[in-house]
């Protein structure tokens, strides 16, 4: 008898306008004294990669504007910033280019 495989869909996620999407760096499960830290008890990082961008602000003359990211910088947002999508088993944030504090060099 031959059994099906059933393959995972792949879902891409594109950004529209001046949205990015950013996937969140592991967080350690450990303090420095060895303290094993709960789910509840820990911070979700405000750090990540950007893994899409959108096509860019839309600016008042009717043009986009270009946006100031790109795919696999390393950047640094606000902690409620977005919203989180989970796709794959994979979670994203989904946010505004706005949102982003910083680009980790």
Do not use: N, W
């Not at 950013?22 to 990669?49: F, H, N, Y």
Request: aromatic share 2%; net charge negative.
């Amino acid at each position: 008898m031959a059994t099906a495989t059933k393959k995972k869909a792949s879902v891409r996620l594109q950004p529209i306008g001046e949205r990015i999407v950013v996937q969140r760096e592991e967080v350690e499960e450990t303090t420095a004294g060895g303290i094993v830290l709960p789910d509840s008890a820990r911070e979700k990082p405000a750090r990540g990669t950007v893994v899409a961008i959108g096509t860019g602000k839309l600016l008042d003359d009717g043009t986009r504007g270009q946006s100031q990211l790109s795919a696999g910088d390393h950047v640094l947002f606000s902690s409620y910033a977005g919203e989180s999508v989970e796709i794959d088993g994979e979670e994203y944030l989904l946010m505004r280019e706005d949102d982003v504090l910083a680009v980790i060099g």
